[in-house]
T-cell receptor
């Protein structure tokens, strides 16, 4: 059974702090890893990672994948209250034939306080 | 505007009364998928579809049916809803590359909150 585990489950930081969110996985036929941000509505896409060691960056957010150790991290620098959300990690695996299935972690709830 | 739409957004129903939640995308995406989201369990994939007339079970398909007769639509059918299907449901879509891998991210619909009494 494919497993995606995120840690921590929840954290509270002060505005301006840097945070690191973790996602580890145990899956067969890995294809890619996705990070999403979910506020009160539907998840919105942050990053897609397919290759080890290549950092993806968007503003204050960055992410990297380690396919040997089977994990990814999401970094947020100089956090702002608008970063408060649940961050979801999902792994795409090859199912039968060319079919692709997604398994999500349970998410990390980040709260940024003033 | 590129989007995924779901209807209805909120639904309260009773056990055993068949219902359909519609999902439509206007981005010509091949891949469509349904998820349910429950506290402490995260997002779990119910069914997905790689293209028209091609559907596959996700992790939690029991009690659900889907169909993909047209590329843009992917309805979720609950033939006989039960209280344990009370949840927040999301539809999502994405492109597929020629190798069958996802290209780009999954675009999510706004969600349907279903309560089964």
């Amino acid at each position: 059974e494919d497993k995606v585990v995120q840690s921590p489950l929840s954290l509270v930081v002060h505005e301006g702090d840097t945070v690191t969110l973790n996602c580890s996985y145990e899956v067969t036929n890995f294809r890619s890893l996705l990070w999403y941000k979910q506020e009160k509505k539907a998840p919105t896409f942050l990053f897609m990672l397919t290759s080890s060691g290549i950092e993806k960056k968007s503003g204050r957010l960055s992410s990297i994948l380690d396919k040997k150790e089977l994990f990814s991290i999401l970094n947020i620098t100089a956090t702002q209250t608008g970063d408060s959300a649940v961050y979801l990690c999902a792994v795409v695996v090859q199912d039968t034939g060319t079919a692709s299935k997604l398994t999500f972690g349970t998410g990390t709830r980040l709260q940024v306080t003033l | 505007e590129a989007q995924v739409t779901q209807n209805p957004r909120y639904l309260i129903t009773v056990t055993g009364k068949k219902l359909t939640v519609t999902c439509s995308q206007n981005m010509n995406h091949e891949y469509m998928s349904w998820y349910r989201q429950d506290p402490g369990l995260g997002l779990r994939q119910i069914y997905y579809s790689m293209n028209v007339e091609v559907t596959d079970k996700g992790d939690v398909p029991e009690g659900y049916k889907v169909s993909r007769k047209e590329k843009r639509n992917f309805p979720l059918i609950l033939e006989s809803p039960s209280p344990n299907q009370t949840s927040l449901y999301f539809c999502a879509s994405s492109l597929l590359g020629t190798s069958g891998r996802e290209r780009n991210e999954q675009f999510f619909g706004p969600g349907t909150r279903l309560t089964v009494l």
